[in-house]
Protein backbone atom coordinates (compact mmCIF):
# COMPACT_ATOMS: atom_id res chain seq x y z
CA UNK A 1 0.00 0.00 0.00
CA UNK A 2 1.33 3.43 -0.74
CA UNK A 3 0.04 7.11 -0.29
CA UNK A 4 -0.45 8.72 -3.85
CA UNK A 5 0.22 12.22 -4.12
CA UNK A 6 -0.82 13.98 -7.17
CA UNK A 7 0.41 17.50 -7.78
CA UNK A 8 3.88 16.75 -5.73
CA UNK A 9 5.88 19.45 -7.52
CA UNK A 10 3.68 22.22 -6.59
CA UNK A 11 3.97 24.02 -2.86
CA UNK A 12 1.79 22.45 -0.73
CA UNK A 13 3.12 18.53 -2.38
CA UNK A 14 7.31 19.68 -2.26
CA UNK A 15 6.37 20.26 1.28
CA UNK A 16 4.56 17.30 2.22
CA UNK A 17 7.04 15.14 0.61
CA UNK A 18 9.53 16.39 2.64
CA UNK A 19 7.30 15.36 5.42
CA UNK A 20 6.22 12.15 4.53
CA UNK A 21 10.10 11.41 3.76
CA UNK A 22 10.60 11.54 7.77
CA UNK A 23 8.32 8.42 8.21
CA UNK A 24 7.99 4.99 6.73
CA UNK A 25 5.78 3.67 4.05
CA UNK A 26 5.78 4.15 0.41
CA UNK A 27 5.19 7.09 -1.05
CA UNK A 28 4.82 7.49 -4.94
CA UNK A 29 4.99 11.28 -6.09
CA UNK A 30 2.82 12.14 -9.57
CA UNK A 31 2.91 15.45 -11.43
CA UNK A 32 3.05 17.45 -14.66
CA UNK A 33 6.73 17.85 -14.29
CA UNK A 34 9.40 18.01 -11.00
CA UNK A 35 12.26 20.24 -10.13
CA UNK A 36 15.45 17.91 -10.02
CA UNK A 37 16.85 20.12 -7.73
CA UNK A 38 14.52 19.60 -5.10
CA UNK A 39 13.44 15.94 -6.00
CA UNK A 40 16.95 15.00 -5.88
CA UNK A 41 17.41 14.74 -2.12
CA UNK A 42 14.56 12.27 -1.78
CA UNK A 43 15.94 9.29 -4.40
CA UNK A 44 13.72 6.95 -2.61
CA UNK A 45 10.51 8.48 -3.29
CA UNK A 46 9.39 7.27 -6.64
CA UNK A 47 8.17 10.06 -9.43
CA UNK A 48 6.12 9.82 -12.77
CA UNK A 49 5.21 12.29 -15.03
CA UNK A 50 1.21 12.36 -15.54
CA UNK A 51 -1.34 14.71 -17.66
CA UNK A 52 -3.92 14.95 -14.98
CA UNK A 53 -6.42 14.73 -17.97
CA UNK A 54 -5.59 11.76 -19.15
CA UNK A 55 -6.84 9.03 -16.66
CA UNK A 56 -4.72 6.47 -18.95
CA UNK A 57 -1.32 8.51 -17.41
CA UNK A 58 -1.71 7.40 -14.13
CA UNK A 59 -4.68 4.96 -13.24
CA UNK A 60 -1.97 2.26 -13.07
CA UNK A 61 -0.39 3.87 -10.20
CA UNK A 62 -3.50 3.72 -7.86
CA UNK A 63 -3.78 0.41 -6.39
CA UNK A 64 -6.41 -1.19 -4.15
CA UNK A 65 -5.21 0.06 -0.62
CA UNK A 66 -3.59 3.42 -1.05
CA UNK A 67 -3.98 6.37 -0.02
CA UNK A 68 -4.21 9.06 -2.48
CA UNK A 69 -3.95 12.58 -1.86
CA UNK A 70 -5.09 14.96 -4.63
CA UNK A 71 -3.95 17.97 -4.64
CA UNK A 72 -3.75 19.11 -7.93
CA UNK A 73 -4.86 22.54 -9.40
CA UNK A 74 -4.25 23.41 -13.55
CA UNK A 75 -3.75 27.14 -13.64
CA UNK A 76 -3.51 30.35 -11.58
CA UNK A 77 -6.18 30.78 -8.82
CA UNK A 78 -6.69 34.21 -9.35
CA UNK A 79 -6.92 34.38 -13.16
CA UNK A 80 -9.61 31.45 -13.28
CA UNK A 81 -12.74 33.38 -13.26
CA UNK A 82 -11.58 34.82 -16.65
CA UNK A 83 -11.77 31.20 -17.96
CA UNK A 84 -14.13 29.69 -16.41
CA UNK A 85 -14.91 26.52 -18.89
CA UNK A 86 -11.34 25.97 -18.72
CA UNK A 87 -11.41 26.32 -15.10
CA UNK A 88 -14.00 23.64 -15.52
CA UNK A 89 -12.30 21.13 -17.91
CA UNK A 90 -8.87 20.94 -16.55
CA UNK A 91 -10.05 21.07 -12.75
CA UNK A 92 -13.37 19.80 -11.98
CA UNK A 93 -13.85 17.04 -14.29
CA UNK A 94 -10.34 15.58 -13.72
CA UNK A 95 -10.70 15.68 -9.84
CA UNK A 96 -14.07 13.94 -10.16
CA UNK A 97 -12.63 11.40 -12.72
CA UNK A 98 -10.03 10.59 -9.78
CA UNK A 99 -12.66 10.12 -7.50
CA UNK A 100 -14.52 7.61 -9.66
CA UNK A 101 -11.39 5.68 -10.09
CA UNK A 102 -10.54 5.80 -6.69
CA UNK A 103 -13.33 4.52 -5.15
CA UNK A 104 -13.43 1.78 -8.27
CA UNK A 105 -9.99 0.72 -7.24
CA UNK A 106 -11.36 0.69 -3.36
CA UNK A 107 -8.52 2.66 -1.73
CA UNK A 108 -8.11 3.15 1.81
CA UNK A 109 -8.71 6.94 1.85
CA UNK A 110 -9.17 9.87 -0.63
CA UNK A 111 -8.10 12.58 0.65
CA UNK A 112 -8.77 16.89 -1.55
CA UNK A 113 -7.07 19.82 -0.60
CA UNK A 114 -9.44 22.36 -0.81
CA UNK A 115 -9.50 26.37 -0.50
CA UNK A 116 -10.62 27.47 2.96
CA UNK A 117 -10.07 30.66 1.55
CA UNK A 118 -12.61 31.07 -1.38
CA UNK A 119 -15.74 27.60 -0.86
CA UNK A 120 -17.32 30.16 2.14
CA UNK A 121 -17.22 33.25 0.44
CA UNK A 122 -17.90 37.01 1.79
CA UNK A 123 -19.22 36.73 5.30
CA UNK A 124 -19.53 38.60 8.91
CA UNK A 125 -18.69 35.96 11.18
CA UNK A 126 -15.73 36.49 12.72
CA UNK A 127 -14.22 32.53 12.38
CA UNK A 128 -15.57 30.65 10.07
CA UNK A 129 -16.58 27.09 10.79
CA UNK A 130 -16.95 24.28 8.56
CA UNK A 131 -21.13 24.56 8.94
CA UNK A 132 -20.84 27.80 7.86
CA UNK A 133 -23.20 28.05 4.96
CA UNK A 134 -20.90 28.02 1.12
CA UNK A 135 -21.21 30.92 -1.30
CA UNK A 136 -18.16 31.06 -3.31
CA UNK A 137 -17.78 34.35 -5.20
CA UNK A 138 -15.26 32.97 -7.67
CA UNK A 139 -14.69 29.79 -10.40
CA UNK A 140 -11.58 29.23 -7.98
CA UNK A 141 -14.05 28.65 -5.17
CA UNK A 142 -17.06 27.32 -7.06
CA UNK A 143 -14.80 24.60 -8.84
CA UNK A 144 -13.39 23.96 -5.39
CA UNK A 145 -16.63 23.50 -4.02
CA UNK A 146 -18.41 21.71 -6.61
CA UNK A 147 -14.82 19.00 -6.02
CA UNK A 148 -16.06 18.55 -2.50
CA UNK A 149 -19.58 17.97 -3.09
CA UNK A 150 -18.63 15.38 -5.81
CA UNK A 151 -16.65 13.56 -3.61
CA UNK A 152 -19.39 13.25 -1.19
CA UNK A 153 -21.20 12.18 -3.46
CA UNK A 154 -19.30 9.17 -4.64
CA UNK A 155 -18.39 8.46 -1.38
CA UNK A 156 -21.83 8.10 -0.33
CA UNK A 157 -22.78 5.43 -3.50
CA UNK A 158 -18.99 3.52 -2.99
CA UNK A 159 -18.92 4.09 0.68
CA UNK A 160 -15.07 5.99 0.11
CA UNK A 161 -13.39 6.81 3.16
CA UNK A 162 -12.37 10.59 2.21
CA UNK A 163 -11.22 13.20 4.39
CA UNK A 164 -11.51 16.96 2.34
CA UNK A 165 -9.30 19.81 4.03
CA UNK A 166 -9.90 23.39 3.44
CA UNK A 167 -6.93 24.84 3.81
CA UNK A 168 -6.33 28.48 4.86
CA UNK A 169 -3.06 30.53 2.91
CA UNK A 170 -0.03 28.71 3.61
CA UNK A 171 3.17 30.14 3.29
CA UNK A 172 7.20 29.64 4.15
CA UNK A 173 8.75 26.21 3.59
CA UNK A 174 9.90 24.72 0.30
CA UNK A 175 8.09 26.96 -2.48
CA UNK A 176 7.94 26.41 -5.99
CA UNK A 177 10.36 28.38 -7.42
CA UNK A 178 7.90 28.86 -11.00
CA UNK A 179 4.85 29.45 -9.16
CA UNK A 180 2.93 32.73 -8.98
CA UNK A 181 0.89 32.22 -6.12
CA UNK A 182 1.30 32.63 -2.66
CA UNK A 183 1.68 36.33 -0.88
CA UNK A 184 4.25 35.69 0.91
CA UNK A 185 6.14 34.36 -1.66
CA UNK A 186 5.34 36.95 -4.40
CA UNK A 187 6.23 39.74 -1.72
CA UNK A 188 9.65 38.26 -0.91
CA UNK A 189 10.32 37.54 -4.55
CA UNK A 190 9.62 41.17 -4.60
CA UNK A 191 11.48 42.47 -2.00
CA UNK A 192 14.35 40.02 -3.22
CA UNK A 193 14.46 40.92 -6.96
CA UNK A 194 14.12 44.72 -6.26
CA UNK A 195 10.83 44.60 -8.66
CA UNK A 196 7.41 46.09 -8.21
CA UNK A 197 4.62 44.08 -6.24
CA UNK A 198 1.54 43.96 -7.92
CA UNK A 199 -1.35 44.45 -5.71
CA UNK A 200 -5.00 43.25 -6.65
CA UNK A 201 -6.82 43.77 -3.91
CA UNK A 202 -7.07 46.37 -1.06
CA UNK A 203 -4.56 46.23 1.74
CA UNK A 204 -6.90 45.83 4.59
CA UNK A 205 -7.83 42.29 2.64
CA UNK A 206 -7.74 39.78 5.55
CA UNK A 207 -6.59 36.46 5.60
CA UNK A 208 -5.79 33.41 7.95
CA UNK A 209 -1.97 32.65 7.04
CA UNK A 210 -0.51 29.21 8.15
CA UNK A 211 3.49 28.17 7.95
CA UNK A 212 3.26 25.75 5.37
CA UNK A 213 5.23 22.94 7.00
CA UNK A 214 1.89 23.17 9.55
CA UNK A 215 0.01 22.10 6.48
CA UNK A 216 1.74 19.45 5.51
CA UNK A 217 1.94 18.13 9.12
CA UNK A 218 -1.80 18.26 9.08
CA UNK A 219 -2.03 15.82 6.01
CA UNK A 220 -0.11 13.14 7.28
CA UNK A 221 -1.67 12.93 10.79
CA UNK A 222 -4.76 12.49 8.29
CA UNK A 223 -3.23 10.26 6.16
CA UNK A 224 -1.92 8.02 9.61
CA UNK A 225 -5.39 8.05 11.40
CA UNK A 226 -6.55 4.31 11.17
CA UNK A 227 -10.23 5.76 12.26
CA UNK A 228 -12.84 5.53 9.24
CA UNK A 229 -13.16 9.41 8.23
CA UNK A 230 -15.97 10.62 5.86
CA UNK A 231 -15.93 14.48 6.58
CA UNK A 232 -14.52 18.01 6.04
CA UNK A 233 -11.76 19.72 8.02
CA UNK A 234 -10.64 23.41 7.98
CA UNK A 235 -7.11 23.49 8.38
CA UNK A 236 -5.88 26.88 9.09
CA UNK A 237 -3.87 29.00 12.21
CA UNK A 238 -7.01 30.67 13.33
CA UNK A 239 -5.49 34.13 12.91
CA UNK A 240 -5.50 36.90 10.85
CA UNK A 241 -3.53 39.08 8.90
CA UNK A 242 -3.87 41.76 6.75
CA UNK A 243 -1.75 42.85 3.67
CA UNK A 244 -0.07 45.60 5.06
CA UNK A 245 0.68 43.60 8.42
CA UNK A 246 2.41 40.81 5.72
CA UNK A 247 4.18 43.47 4.12
CA UNK A 248 5.62 45.21 7.15
CA UNK A 249 6.76 41.89 8.10
CA UNK A 250 8.55 40.74 4.81
CA UNK A 251 10.16 44.77 4.88
CA UNK A 252 11.64 43.74 8.39
CA UNK A 253 12.58 40.51 7.42
CA UNK A 254 14.52 41.68 4.66
CA UNK A 255 15.36 44.91 5.49
CA UNK A 256 14.34 46.53 2.43
CA UNK A 257 11.05 48.89 1.27
CA UNK A 258 8.97 47.38 -1.27
CA UNK A 259 7.55 48.81 -4.38
CA UNK A 260 4.20 48.69 -4.91
CA UNK A 261 2.02 48.51 -8.06
CA UNK A 262 -1.39 48.46 -7.69
CA UNK A 263 -3.30 46.49 -10.82
CA UNK A 264 -6.87 45.52 -11.57
CA UNK A 265 -8.09 42.34 -10.01
CA UNK A 266 -9.50 39.51 -12.36
CA UNK A 267 -10.93 38.42 -9.90
CA UNK A 268 -13.65 39.28 -7.24
CA UNK A 269 -12.00 38.70 -3.84
CA UNK A 270 -13.53 37.84 -0.36
CA UNK A 271 -12.06 40.59 2.47
CA UNK A 272 -11.73 39.24 5.35
CA UNK A 273 -11.35 35.23 5.75
CA UNK A 274 -10.15 33.87 8.92
CA UNK A 275 -10.91 30.01 9.44
CA UNK A 276 -12.26 27.71 12.61
CA UNK A 277 -9.28 25.31 13.47
CA UNK A 278 -10.93 23.52 16.51
CA UNK A 279 -12.68 20.58 15.01
CA UNK A 280 -9.12 19.40 13.06
CA UNK A 281 -8.11 19.93 16.65
CA UNK A 282 -10.47 17.87 18.56
CA UNK A 283 -10.35 15.64 16.13
CA UNK A 284 -6.83 14.65 15.27
CA UNK A 285 -5.91 15.38 19.03
Do not use: W
Request: some cysteine; charged content about 25%; overall charge negative.
Amino acid sequence: MSVIIFGANGFIGRNLIHELSKHSGDVIALSRNFDEDFFSHYPEIPRHSIDFRDQNTYADFVQEGDTVVQLIYMGVPYKANSDKKSDIINNLIPSVELAELCAAKSIRRFIFSSSGGTVYGNTSQELIAEEHHCDPVNSYGITKLATEKYIRAISGEHNMDYAILRISNPYGGYPNPQSSVGLFNKIEQSLINKTPFELRVPMETTRDYMPVQDVASAFVRVINDDRPIFDIFNVSSGRGLNIREVIDMMEKKHGKKLSIRNVPSENPEVLCNILDNSKFKEFFQ
